[in-house]
């Protein structure tokens, strides 16, 4: 197959032979880790065909079937071999070069550390082999090393381990679980380690273990109490208890992902392991305990049930994105954390589904499966699974969840099993409620009503239409949450509708006055909804709609269209105007003690430029960039005095909600002029925390305030040894609205504490700025898109999967005048003429162009 040649959901057959079992032996050694596989291999068709196994990057020694040398054919991407005996015993020995492996798939190094990625189709950088999901082997691994790396990490439990010669030692580690090759890790290194231990419901006694390092064991903490709250939550809610004797997590500082769930040993990105108070934020500690929870759920979700082609990757991912939300909304404010997936779906799966790489959670096709781990995938992919527990409740989905791990634990399964279990389990009928899996694209809901005074009579008419899915786009099943609030802001209903059609009618009668409606509340289901509320229809919203949430989806409405308004009047000409219910309402949530600090921080967190982008289809962005910053500049006037109130407030209170809330107050203050300068710097001096230090820092340097200069050198200089921290000040760097920025990121690529080799450097830099820095990414003489594309150029020799991963802005294009469009597709067609582009930035490329 050649290098760009998609693989298609609709061909996969299942494989000639599978493993039922693999002996790994690894000598390890930085330039030449010598790698011996052996093998059971039973043929499962009757036709005698050749093995054929995966493998690339590797140098091979030798192979043998049942103890004698045979003759193998090489070929670009695996290893065929004629063989005519149904069982046999496959060995298989390759070399490595760990140190030289910068792609950080497969065995590399990470700051001196031996590390694996496998995920997906990493494996094959080890050994040849039957790299895909749906071939489930027991492993037992022998790891031999120096004794400069003290710990030798596998997968299950530890079985033997001892003292060589010549200053090595090894470790001997099995897993009785079948599970795929991409489930399987190694680590090997000399690490600081926090140990405890969890009772399971059972009672039986897991030993947890976290490994960081050298120097780090102080911020080791929050993780391990994340890991022991996930545990006991997942027995609580679940009923689903931890099945082997020990939990590992490791946490390195090159890594090409969040985290990686591979069976009882975790490696994670240090980024989300790694915190205390005075160098983590309270958004870092939130996204620890996220994602320690998310990569724990796996163990069942994911491991115990495995997805059978890489096509189903949402059966894992979307469950447990879903599962780990319901985590997170159970340890803190459920209102806030639902805010905060929204805004994932609403400001960057829906710029997915509207760009070149738009695909539905189960892709139909795919040429480097690295370019499919997206926020489709995972983020809607969640949504979808929210629906149907929408759709079914509580207990029924439970039902559903036992049905599901009582058929198909230990199994490869696809999203009709999943779907097919919660269908038999609940009496529900989800065969419509299936095409959410086939349809790409973003529906759109348009509603309409009407209201009969004289006979109370309501009228509700919905309709739903795709413009990606266009023609062949069939209705979907919808859970639409409704409620109905009177003039006086009591609650006359509250429903959840279920819209199959593609247009529908609900009737309400009898109601005793005009109602406001409060549409698709929670986001109930991942659309676009269009409606034309009044101003007044979404004051009244934020005042009393009885969901948290819906008052903030009202405030982002409001907020929104008063911007666009100002667009149109720059566009025919007109000054710009703000109504001044708008600040009056914003005023009313400030002065309102009832409200939770964090909704009302998420209330003042205006839609970025990029978010507003993704509310239209096409969008002038000088205009709206001045729209915007009118609007936020005169809210804060108008807000002043309730600012400073709330600010000075929330000063003396020592929560995280009451932190997010100061520096979001702070954030307006600053908007006005330079005369809250004073705030910050009292601010910044007397933080005793990393999350009111950065908060000052970010209002400084987004008004790009005198002392902001001096502020980020005395920042640099106190943490310029703390790659962690470090990240947050490459980030603001990148993402400040000044004509210097890209000369500036330039000369920052020379920074001791930056490389391009490591991808938390590259992305707090690079990326960020592509993501986050709208105006400058996206100025008018295309430096932004051309500075972009030579770092991908660059970064394509060194890791090709993060490049793909920043890339994104660069081929979401569409909805930008014609001259930028051409200066984009311009730099993609750099690209595409690299003789050596790699498959994951071939993709994108070659569809952006295409588009």
Not at 245 to 252: E, P
Not at 305 to 317: M, P, Y
Not at 434 to 441: I, K, T, V
Not at 510 to 524: A, D, G, I, R, T
């Amino acid at each position: 197959m050649s290098q760009t040649e998609a693989k298609h959901l609709k061909d996969y057959r299942a494989p000639d032979y599978t493993i039922d079992a693999i002996s790994l032996n690894f000598s390890l050694d930085g330039q030449a880790t010598r790698v011996t596989a052996t093998s059971l291999v039973r043929r499962l068709s009757n036709a005698i065909t050749p093995l054929v196994l995966d493998g690339e990057g590797m140098q091979l020694e030798s192979v043998s079937v049942n103890g004698k040398p045979v003759d193998a054919e090489l070929f670009e991407g695996g290893l065929k071999i004629a063989v005519a005996d149904a069982e046999f015993t496959l060995e298989v020995v390759t070399l490595l070069n760990p140190a030289a492996n910068t792609s950080l798939e497969g065995l590399y190094m990470s700051d001196g550390a031996f590390c694996t990625q496998c995920e997906a189709e990493g494996f094959r950088r080890i050994t040849y082999f039957l790299d895909r999901p749906d071939v489930l082997a027991k492993y037992d691994v022998r790891i031999e090393a120096d004794n400069a790396f003290p710990f030798l990490l596998s997968n299950g439990n530890l079985v033997d381990k001892g003292a060589l010669e010549n200053g090595r030692h090894f470790a001997c580690w099995q897993d009785p679980f079948p599970k795929p090759s991409y489930l399987f890790a190694l680590v090997a290194g000399d690490f600081d380690l926090l140990e405890d231990d969890f009772v399971t419901q059972s009672g039986r006694n897991v030993k947890l273990q976290v490994f960081v390092d050298k120097g780090n064991l102080g911020k080791a903490g929050h993780a391990m109490a994340s890991l022991k709250k996930a545990m006991a939550w997942d027995e609580s809610r679940f009923s689903l208890e931890y099945d082997l004797d020990i939990y590992m997590l490791v946490a390195v500082d090159f890594f090409n992902m969040g985290a990686m769930e591979n069976k009882g040993l975790n490696i994670f990105n240090t980024k989300y392991v790694l915190a205390d108070s005075d160098s983590a934020t309270d958004d870092d500690f939130h996204g620890i305990e996220s994602v320690v929870g998310h990569e724990y759920f796996h163990n069942w979700t994911g491991n115990r049930v495995t997805c059978r082609d890489w096509f189903q990757l949402s059966l894992k991912e979307g469950l447990t994105v879903f599962r780990d939300q319901e985590f997170s909304a159970d340890m803190g404010s459920s209102a806030v954390n639902r805010i905060q997936a929204i805004k994932v779906i609403q400001n960057q799966q829906f710029a997915e589904d509207a760009g070149p790489m738009a695909h539905p959670i189960r892709p139909q096709s795919v040429i480097e499966m690295n370019n499919f781990y997206t926020v489709t995938v995972y983020n809607k992919g969640a949504e979808v699974i929210r629906m149907m527990h929408t759709l079914l409740g509580e207990d029924r989905f439970q039902q559903g969840m036992k049905l599901y791990f009582e058929r198909h634990d230990g199994q490869a399964v696809t999203c009709d099993d999943f779907v097919a279990a919660m269908q038999d389990a609940s009496g529900v009928d989800l065969s419509q409620f299936r095409r959410w899996y086939e349809q790409a694209g973003t529906p759109v809901v348009t509603v309409k009503d009407k209201y009969d005074a004289a006979t109370g009579r309501y009228e509700l008419n919905i309709c739903q239409a795709n413009p990606v899915a266009g023609s062949d786009a069939l209705p979907l099943h919808i859970p639409f949450d409704l409620e109905l609030l009177a003039a006086d802001g009591t609650a006359l209903l509250s429903k959840v509708l279920d819209v199959k059609n593609a247009c529908q009618t609900f009737v309400f009668d009898n109601l005793p006055s005009e109602v406001v409606p409060s549409l698709l509340q929670n986001f109930s289901a991942p659309v676009r909804l269009k409606y034309d509320y009044s101003v007044a229809q979404l004051v009244h919203l934020m005042r009393f709609a009885s969901s948290e949430v819906a008052r903030w989806e009202a405030s982002v409405a409001l907020i929104s269209q008063a911007i666009w308004q100002n667009v149109t009047r720059l566009e025919e000409g007109e000054a710009m105007l703000l109504d001044p219910r708008v600040a009056d309402a914003f005023r009313g949530i400030l002065l309102n003690d009832s409200l939770d600090p964090a909704l009302v921080a998420e209330i003042l967190n205006i839609p970025s430029a990029q978010a507003l982008i993704e509310q239209v289809e096409r969008v002038d962005l000088d205009k709206l960039l001045a729209a915007r910053e009118y609007v936020l500049e005169e809210m804060a006037i108008g807000c002043e005095d309730e600012l400073l109130a709330v600010y000075r407030a929330m000063t003396f209170i020592d929560t995280a909600a009451a932190r997010s809330l100061k520096n979001a107050s702070l954030g307006w203050l600053c908007q006005i002029n330079e005369a809250h300068e004073s705030l910050v710097l009292e601010q910044f001096n007397q933080a005793t925390n990393m999350t009111d230090s950065l908060g000052a820092l970010m209002a400084a340097n987004r008004a790009d305030l005198p002392a902001r200069d001096t502020m980020m050198a005395e920042f640099e200089q106190r943490w310029q040894k703390t790659p962690l921290v470090m990240d947050k000040w490459f980030t603001l760097q990148a993402i400040q609205d000044s004509d210097h920025c890209i000369e500036r990121i330039q000369n920052l690529r020379q920074h001791p504490a930056f490389s391009m080799n490591n991808p938390n450097r590259v992305r707090a830099l690079i990326g960020s700025f592509a993501a986050a820095n709208t105006a400058q990414f996206h100025r008018a003489d295309g430096k932004g898109y051309q500075f972009m594309t030579d770092c991908l150029k660059e970064l394509n020799q060194v890791n090709p999967q993060v490049a793909a991963r920043i890339m994104t802005p660069l081929i979401q294009f569409a909805k930008f005048d014609d001259a930028r469009q051409q200066m984009m597709r311009d730099c993609l067609m750099q690209l595409k003429q690299m003789p050596n582009l790699a498959r994951d930035l071939f993709e994108k490329v070659d569809r952006a162009l295409s588009a």
